[in-house]
């Protein structure tokens, strides 16, 4: 194989694997606005404060790293509720651009309180995976990408099952449709906002963990990067689309690779925010979005 | 004295980017992306002065009409696109712009200075305002006078059939364009007057702090011109006035405070939403303080309940 392609493929592989964090990061957007109708800009912080908790162990006791894993899944659901009790909980119905502004404060109120405690400084992480390279044929794989992919794989599985095949998961499909009617069959549209919460703050905590060991260092700034990420794959995909998520995130992992091989970091960021905007005026509820808000 | 003077500056400046983000949002559409228009009129305004010798009236108007055309070849693409998704689009076309300035070059050495956009370094040395001897209070006399001839406008556009027209399409396009109003048309037009406003904006910014460079103008801004308006009202453009009076002067007031002060901040616009979900001045307040200012009389013959 020509040198050329041999690189477009390595950062093929690349753009997948570090796609599926984005993948992730926007299906926790999206489950959320899905069922709720409701976009979560603290869900960035909610990340970080997972990821935080999680060196708490990590720095007093040299935890090994699944259960610096499971810190962080029980401080993101911690502060998920959290969120949906001061943000969403007593906020009057039928006002759209409220619950945008009360999780503002939330992300402000969230970020501050890492900075305090932290004193803004970036904390080393552990590296579980190690620094070595695997060599897979003529391929260099990041053992941490690695397992990224394998996260992503294990929670989406987990998170397709819940929703197709659980009662729990066909309430929550129901209340996304039509939620007068689910509530008139007897959901609780309360228990399942909360459910919802729960379910995409766990998935916020995996997403700390792994997004922090793939950057290194735990630092307040991330969660205004996870942010970004997560608003940008949720809307490239369509608004309430799991796939569209899915797709969303890989396409965008896969394109920051490669252009960040042949064109350099500079250009990254500026094409995937083009494309972003080319997608959207082509298609203007997502890739897999056929309904507008 | 000087500190005050510098907290009613960025208050005026920022009041115009909430303006503009409520122009747009009066014709039903969310923008996250008005910082980008902020960013091009802040670098085309200094450029003026700085580098081309403009003085600083035509530069701003520069800086405007710019930002506001690039809002009008924007805006046609954009436009198809609603709600969250036109919201988070916008926010690309922001980053895009913050991206490009990231990566300019485009400068001059004057004296021992090197000035221009300047990459990563930022646009730096626009001393138009400090060279030719305006004092603090001078430039906040300038940055006062655009708000309120913005303020104005707002204030005609809100009685004019115009602004009818903008909340016809706002309460509900379908029906807007039955009466044979041009949708796209009345929404680009707003889209970009919004931007010319924020470059407005940027253009005082650039003089006042003589500096601006990308991070200035990431997503913290975004997050800050749309805190304005929606926290504000979206009810009169009082509001958005109000929304950047409130939280700069609060930002800055709650200094004493410390370590606690980011915490009443947010804590603070929580509340805020949780009590009056539409803002502070919403359109109930808007309609009752136009009773108490003007009780309408009765139509004549009209039985009096």
């Not at chain 1, 309180?113 to 070595?132: K, M, N, Q, S, W």
């Amino acid at each position: 194989m020509p040198g050329i392609l041999l690189d477009a493929t390595e950062q093929l592989l690349n753009g997948l694997m570090y796609g599926s964090l984005y993948a992730l990061i926007g299906g926790g957007f999206t489950i959320l606005f899905g069922v709720m109708r409701k976009l979560n800009l603290a869900y960035g912080s909610t990340i970080m404060a997972g990821a935080y908790v999680s060196l708490i162990p990590f720095y007093l006791f040299k935890v090994p790293a699944w259960v610096m894993l499971l810190s962080s899944i029980a401080g993101a659901v911690a502060v998920g509720f959290l969120v949906e009790l001061v943000c969403f909980r007593f906020l009057r119905k039928g006002h759209e651009l409220a619950p945008l502004l009360t999780t503002i404060g939330m992300l402000i109120v969230i970020d501050e309180a890492i900075v305090h405690a932290t004193g803004a400084v970036g904390l080393d992480y552990a590296r579980p995976f190690g620094e070595e390279s695997l060599a897979w044929g003529p391929f260099l794989v990041r053992p941490d990408y690695l397992a990224i992919l394998v996260a992503a794989l294990a929670c989406f599985s987990l998170i397709f099952f819940l929703i197709h095949r659980t009662r729990l998961g066909r309430a929550m499909r129901a209340v996304a449709e039509r939620p007068q009617a689910a509530q008139i069959l007897g959901v609780s549209l309360r228990r399942i906002n909360v459910l919802t919460f729960a379910l995409t703050s766990a998935l916020a905590g995996v997403i700390g963990f792994f997004a922090v060991v793939s950057v290194g260092a735990a630092r307040p700034e991330l969660a205004v990067w996870l942010t970004g990420k997560g608003l940008v794959v949720t809307v490239l995909g369509g608004l309430g689309s799991l796939r569209g998520a899915i797709l969303g995130g890989l396409l965008l992992g896969v394109l920051e690779f490669e252009t960040m091989w042949f064109l350099g970091t500079s250009y990254r960021d500026i094409l995937a925010f083009l494309l972003l905007f080319a997608i959207l005026v082509v298609r203007p509820a997502g890739l897999a979005g056929a309904r507008a808000t | 004295m000087d500190y005050y003077v510098a907290i009613a500056s960025i208050i005026g400046i920022h009041a115009l980017l909430g303006l503009s983000v409520y122009l747009v949002a009066i014709s039903g559409q969310m923008s996250f992306g008005q910082q980008g228009f902020f960013a091009i009129g802040a670098y085309l305004a200094g450029m003026g002065t700085a580098l081309w010798g403009l003085p600083l009236l035509p530069s701003l108007v520069l800086g405007a009409l710019f930002a506001g055309l690039i809002g009008i070849v924007v805006g046609f693409p954009a436009l198809r696109v609603r709600g969250l998704y036109l919201a988070i689009a916008t926010y690309g076309f922001g980053e895009v712009v913050r991206l490009v300035f990231l990566n300019i070059r485009y400068t001059k050495t004057i004296g021992d200075r090197v000035v221009g956009p300047n990459g990563a370094e930022g646009f730096r040395h626009v001393r138009y305002v400090f060279d030719r001897g305006f004092t603090g209070l001078q430039f906040l006399g300038i940055i006062a006078a655009v708000v309120a001839g913005v303020a104005v406008l707002f204030y005609l556009l809100d009685r004019s059939k115009l602004g009818a027209t903008l909340r016809a399409v706002e309460e509900d396009e379908v029906a807007a364009a039955t009466v044979g109003i041009d949708v796209t048309r009345v929404k680009v037009l707003a889209f970009g007057a919004a931007g010319a406003v924020a470059g407005l904006g940027g253009g005082l910014f650039i003089h006042f702090s003589s500096y601006i460079d990308h991070d200035m103008v990431a997503l913290p801004l975004a997050i800050a011109s749309i805190t304005y308006p929606i926290l504000g009202g979206l009810g009169s453009f009082v509001g958005p006035i109000l929304g950047a009076v409130l939280l700069v002067s609060l930002t800055e007031g709650l200094r004493v405070l410390h370590e606690l002060r980011m915490f009443v901040y947010g804590g603070l616009i929580i509340v805020t939403m949780l009590v009056r979900p539409r803002g502070l001045v919403d359109e109930a307040l808007v309609l009752r303080v136009k009773r108490w200012v003007r009780p309408r009389p009765m139509p004549r013959g009209a039985d009096v309940p």
